[in-house]
Structure formats: C-alpha cells, structure tokens
C-alpha cells in the first residue's frame, strides 16, 4: 500500500538553529499537508500546498515556516530559527484531488533544547 | 470555543464489549468529517470520511454515522488491537478550507 514517508524520525536541534523535515508523498496525490502535535495535545494543521503554492495556511505557520517542494517527489518545511516551543511530532499528509481521507506519514519527533 | 470536541476522553472495555465514541461539531459548512486511529508515536491512520447526515460506513469492527451536529464511531465486539486513540476530525466548505481541524481524540483500550 503506497505510504508518505517522512525523514528524519527524531531530530534533536538547538534553539535557533533552522532545520529541515522531509517528505515524500504518495506519487500520484496532488495535495501536500503539514501538521504537528505537541505531546498530549491535539493535531494542528500547518498549511497546505497545491500547484507549487501554499493553498492555506493557519495561524501557527508564520515566518519563520516555510514550505517547498524542491523536485518532483520531496516536499519540505522549513523551520529557520528554532524555539522551544516548536517542540512536537511534526507530520507530513498528502491527497488525492478532492481530499478523500488524508495518508499521513510517521512524522519527525522536534526536540529543541 | 473548540469546533470539534469527542467524548469520552478515555474508555476502557472488555474484548467483545461493544461501545460508541462521540464527535460533535460546530461549523458553518461541512465538506467532511473524518475518522482517524493513531498508535501511540505514529501517524494518523485513515479509517473513514463522511460527507452528508444519514451516511454510514463500517470497515470490520468499526462503523461510522453522521448526523447534522456529530458523528458516532461503533465499535462492535472489539478485540484487544483495537486499542488506539482515534481522532475525529472536520473540514470546512468554503474557497481554500484545507486543512483538518482535529478533536483531542478518544484514547481506547481493550482489555482481553
């Protein structure tokens, strides 16, 4: 069964260091995802991407977020300058045209200390 | 005001106890609602999207009803892998409504 895969699993990084989390989504889907949960809390979206462009993004996604999709099958988020805060699993999701049930990856444990 | 809020927050049943989770909603328009189950350190696992009141889904164990104001989750004789947290969560109609808003979900165990 085609699956989104996210790199790395854990990261651990220092506060004001940027780094970079990785997906790949399922190849024939059009709509790329990125959410996060803070550990015990709920699912919260980041911002969607469509045709080479942010489509929506939510509050929580300001400027120190960034989304790309550098070639055909990676897509990234960008995180500049990192805080504690920005601690939490961070998930990748992908649809098909229509968003008929979102596949989401694994996702990449933050830790910034 | 959450716009999406499931209840009970936790339930514990026997194997072969069947119960029902809740998910009631508060948006302006519906595009769909959408049940997740998530093992603990993993990902979202799709279950089921429901469009319209009155629809109904089942996958095994599991089934699925939407009505105007919130969605029920069955679960039927359940087994001890049934145990996960499962997520409700809502998409909104309108230009550009994207993204999923999430519950807090219903942590389930089963015990045998």
């Known amino acids: 069964e085609p699956e989104v895969t996210q790199t790395p699993s854990h990261q651990v990084t220092q506060m004001g260091q940027e780094v970079i989390l990785r997906c790949v989504p399922i190849s024939n889907h059009l709509y790329f995802y990125w959410y996060r949960q803070i550990l015990g809390q709920k699912v919260e979206f980041l911002v969607s991407?469509?045709?080479?462009?942010?489509?929506?993004k939510s509050e929580i996604f300001d400027d120190q977020f960034s989304v790309e999709r550098p070639d055909g099958s990676n897509f990234t988020l960008k995180i500049r300058s990192t805080k504690l805060e920005d601690s939490a699993m961070y998930f990748c999701?992908?649809?098909?045209?229509?968003?008929?049930?979102?596949?989401f990856g694994s996702g990449t444990r933050l830790t910034v200390v | 005001e959450d716009q999406v809020t499931q209840s009970p927050e936790a339930l514990r049943l026997q194997e072969g106890e069947s119960s029902s989770l809740n998910c009631s909603y508060t948006?302006?328009?519906?595009?769909?609602l959408f049940w997740y189950r998530q093992d603990p350190g993993k990902g979202p696992e799709f279950l089921f999207t429901l469009y319209s009141a009155g629809e109904e889904k089942e996958k095994e164990r599991l089934k699925a009803t939407l009505t105007k104001k919130e969605s029920f989750l069955h679960i039927t004789a359940p087994k001890p892998e049934d145990s996960a947290t499962y997520l409700c969560a809502v998409q909104e109609s309108g230009g550009g409504a994207d993204g999923l808003t999430f519950g807090k979900g219903t942590h389930l165990i089963i015990q045998p």
């Open positions: 999701a992908s649809s098909e045209p229509g968003g008929n049930g979102y596949t």
């Open positions: 948006v302006s328009g519906l595009r769909g």
């Open positions: 991407f469509y045709n080479n462009e942010i489509s929506e």
